[in-house]
């Protein structure tokens, strides 16, 4: 029996220590210093400066003039004026180079005053010939349309390959030079009236089709002459010797 008495003692006991400990625990956590589950952090609001992108950026603003900074590096490129040698407001390629004289100003008409014309009898394509014009004055040029061609005292004008009509007005730079294409006769043997031209007189053209842009060139020819026939025809004035050989 006492045993059984003291049984109970130790049992009574656990249980008031039970809630003894329980009592302290629930203190504890209405008084906010015993152990808490923090969950999840909450997001950190816009006000936060340490979140805050403003608040992160320590430097200047990037208005490109910064330096070392990305638009720095980039301003290089921002400040170039645009003074190289390509097309300039105008839209007209100016050319540069040494000996080559000055190219600004408004150009002139290309003419036989301030230009120097040959021509040359070409292997290919067969009865053809290559006209080329160099700028000789000091200003840029214009070749405008394409040369009227005159063998001795020929009373007609032969025409030209429409299609060879360049996008733009060829403008020479002192120095530079334009090329037409003759087609001297018809390869097959089609023309009529074939002759031999002992002169050559290029005729250059004006702002409008037709008119006068001054001086004619007379060019030098081979002793023997050149042959042509009613299949007399040019180019308009192109920038390369290739294009104006392509008809």
Not at 3 to 32: E, F, M
Not at 148 to 173: H, K, N, Y
Not at 202 to 214: E, K, L, M
Not at 224 to 244: F, I, M, N, P, R
Request: a positive charge; hydrophobic letters at 30%; charged letters at 15%.
């Amino acid at each position: 029996m006492r045993t059984v008495r003291s049984d109970r003692s130790r049992t009574g006991l656990l249980a008031t220590t039970t809630v003894a400990l329980a009592a302290l625990a629930l203190t504890a956590c209405q008084s906010g210093t015993g152990t808490q589950d923090e969950g999840k952090a909450s997001a950190p609001t816009a006000s936060s400066p340490a979140q805050s992108p403003v608040a992160q950026s320590t430097g200047t603003p990037n208005t490109g003039t910064g330096s070392g900074s990305p638009a720095a590096k980039g301003s290089d490129a921002a400040s170039h004026t645009g003074t190289g040698n390509g097309k300039g407001s105008t839209g007209r390629a100016s050319g540069s180079g040494t000996g080559r004289g000055t190219t600004t100003g408004t150009p002139v008409l290309c003419n036989g005053a301030n230009t120097h014309v040959t021509a040359q009898e070409v292997s290919r394509p067969l009865d053809h010939m290559l006209i080329t014009v160099r700028n000789t004055g000091s200003r840029p040029c214009d070749l405008t349309y394409y040369p009227f061609l005159q063998f001795d005292e020929m009373q007609w004008a032969p025409g030209a390959f429409e299609e060879s009509r360049p996008q733009a007005v060829i403008t020479l730079a002192p120095g530079q030079s334009g090329y037409a294409g003759v087609r001297l006769s018809a390869a097959d043997g089609s023309g009529q009236n074939g002759t031999t031209g002992h002169k050559l007189s290029v005729i250059f053209q004006g702002r409008t089709p037709r008119s006068d842009a001054g001086p004619t060139a007379t060019v030098k020819l081979p002793a023997e002459g050149v042959h042509y026939d009613s299949k007399l025809t040019a180019t308009y004035w192109q920038s390369s010797a290739a294009d104006a050989l392509t008809w």
